[in-house]
């Protein structure tokens, strides 16, 4: 039997992956701190180590007593980070590092895995803030990309913006929430903001797809095979929830008069990204249908007690907005 061991593992895309590699008979183990708790405590083939990644001696322990053929590492932050886990899991048959399409400096339509990266000083390497992310996640590309030269079978996979069940972040929860409970929804713009998104549980299928049939030192971008702007994932999620919701548009000036920005609006992207997924689909990859994946988040959420509510405008000053521009 195949053994997998995820570093992170028990949120989100974590926790969609875990059940993909349960599906095609891998024994998992998940290496993470134990602070939000885990979602496979009785569950068969899935095994925990606590541990913090940044404690070497914690992942070399986890390294020898799981064995593992494959690591799926989704908690790199920082190219020391990755420096260390290629070091110790060298003899790993695939360790699949977890980047971001954030990482990327240009952003041609379609960007593909050649496209230019961030540069990272010295000072964003070690930097913790939002600033420096993409820097850092292309630093890491660059060491994940160096240890493979070296014969360590790594590779890189840069999701874009992820959405689906169980999404902690709450980006989407935002809209889903406004979808279900208001028969009006204020809109950023005209509703056309694009920025390529990616399913959680395509991205839990890519994952063990390249760590099956990837190439060491390769990078393949994750997202869905179809786009869909901000517009149309809110009248798929109306669909899905069988509602109707008139969505009211607002320019950014008209927002600034009540001091709010398009940026406010989670989901929300001044300038379009969109990637190439060619390389992932050469694997065998291939994503859900659009109307589908947005089903099944939608019948997630309302299982769940998110909203959103926190992460964007309030729903008073949004009522405020739609009020003058509609009566």
Not at 44 to 51: L, R
Not at 190 to 218: F, K, N
Not at 257 to 276: E, I, M, N
Not at 286 to 304: G, I
Request: proline share 5%; with cysteine.
């Amino acid at each position: 039997m195949t053994r997998a061991l995820l570093v992170g593992g028990t949120r989100f895309m974590g926790r969609h992956t875990v059940e993909e590699l349960l599906t095609h008979g891998y024994e998992v183990t998940t290496f993470t701190r134990g602070e939000s708790g885990t979602p496979f405590a009785d569950r068969d083939g899935v095994t925990h180590f606590e541990g913090n990644r940044n404690d070497r001696e914690a992942l070399e322990a986890a390294r020898n007593e799981v064995e593992p053929n494959v690591v799926i590492d989704f908690c790199v932050m920082h190219p020391r980070q990755i420096a260390a886990a290629t070091e110790i899991f060298a003899d790993a048959d695939a360790y699949v590092y977890v980047s971001s399409g954030s990482a990327y400096a240009e952003q041609p339509i379609p960007t593909r895995e050649d496209a230019t990266l961030h540069d990272c000083t010295q000072e964003q390497a070690d930097d913790e803030s939002m600033e420096s992310y993409g820097p850092r996640k292309a630093e890491c590309d660059r060491v994940c990309f160096a240890a493979a030269a070296d014969g360590v079978n790594a590779m890189v996979v840069r999701p874009m913006l992820v959405y689906g069940p169980y999404d902690y972040t709450e980006r989407y929860d935002y809209w889903l929430h406004r979808v279900a409970e208001y028969d009006r929804v204020l809109v950023p713009g005209d509703g056309d903001s694009l920025l390529h998104r990616a399913y959680a549980l395509d991205g839990a299928r890519a994952l063990r797809i390249v760590a099956e049939r990837g190439t060491p030192g390769e990078a393949y971008n994750l997202a869905d095979c179809e786009t869909m702007s901000l517009g149309t994932s809110l009248e798929l999620a109306a669909e899905a929830l069988d509602t109707e919701v008139e969505l009211v548009h607002a320019s950014e000036r008209e927002l600034a008069k009540h001091d709010v920005s398009s940026l406010d609006f989670p989901l929300y992207a001044p300038t379009p990204h969109l990637v190439s997924t060619e390389k992932l689909a050469s694997l065998g990859w291939e994503s859900t249908p659009l109307s589908e994946a947005v089903a099944k988040t939608v019948e997630e959420h309302l299982e769940s007690d998110r909203t959103g509510e926190e992460i964007g405008p309030n729903r008073g000053t949004e009522e405020t907005i739609i009020a003058d521009l509609t009566d």
